[in-house]
């Protein structure tokens, strides 16, 4: 009994250290700890043995708490912005590599030219903030999400970056995730020609086409729709307006 309450003791302290360090940005900066608390609280629960080591390490860890990662001087500064980027959702893709420099300077490392060109390019990133899209690219981004479907899913396997972008802009829209500009550029690169179509339509109200090899009137300016899963237009065909996929219509008939 006794060894059980000092077990949920220990459990109670070993969450309370991980608390900690997610509230003051710590785990990418010492990864190592935070990985031996997390399996230590996993073993603690299964009832698994610890060995000396692992017993006297835990046992550092209730006693005497964690220190958080200072460092002074240049090195300082520049960890103290990592842990500013750190807290921020925009730049969580470069969480990792930013716990890894952030490690290395808590260390009292110094960084390789390259590393540190990398890090001043992130670090701008993050503190730039996140992209805000203008109304005009969100309307595109909803265009996109309109065309997502005229690719099927061996198309996407086979261009992961542009399945990337379209995932990550449809999060933007359901959740309003923070995305980066780069994947909202890729995707739109992807659809070019369809989203060209509405800038420069192949038809203006009140044109002649053909469907289906029958004379129509186009009634509206292209759009995009999810149901005709690409560029549609609203068309008046044998006296019934109906939308259309773009690429069913014809200027000549035949």
């Known amino acids: 009994m006794a060894r059980e309450k000092k077990n949920e003791m220990r459990l109670r302290i070993l969450r309370e250290r991980l608390d900690w360090m997610v509230e003051n940005h710590q785990v990418k900066l010492q990864q190592r700890t935070f990985s031996f608390i997390q399996d230590m609280i996993t073993r603690l629960q299964r009832g698994k043995g610890v060995s000396p080591n692992m017993r006297k ?103 992961p970056g542009t399945a990337r972008a379209m995932e990550e802009i449809s999060v933007f829209l359901t959740a309003s995730q923070p995305m980066r500009k780069f994947r909202f550029e890729k995707a739109c ?36 729709s999810g149901a005709t899963r690409g560029i549609c237009y609203d068309i008046l065909h044998e006296g019934e307006a109906r939308e259309v996929n773009n690429e069913s219509l014809r200027k000549r008939r035949g």
Do not use: C
């Not at 899209?133 to 261009?159: A, E, G």
């Not at 369809?194 to 192949?202: D, G, W, Y």
């Open 57 to 159: 390490w835990v046992d550092t860890i209730i006693e005497d708490g964690l220190e958080k990662v200072e460092v002074d001087g240049e090195k300082g500064k520049l960890l103290e912005r990592i842990t500013a980027a750190l807290g921020m959702a925009h730049v969580s893709h470069n969480h990792n590599i930013l716990g890894e420099f952030g490690s290395k300077l808590g260390r009292g490392w110094s960084l390789s030219e390259k590393q540190q060109s990398w890090l001043d390019k992130i670090l701008a990133e993050a503190e730039t903030g996140p992209w805000v899209p203008s109304p005009t690219q969100i309307q595109t981004m909803q265009d996109l999400m309109n065309l997502r479907d005229s690719r099927n899913s061996y198309w996407y396997q086979n261009n």
């Open 189 to 224: 690169k992807s659809f070019a020609g369809k989203l060209r179509e509405l800038e420069s339509p192949r038809f203006d109200v009140g044109d002649k086409a053909f469907f289906k090899k029958s004379p129509v009137i186009i009634l509206t300016a292209p759009r995009t």
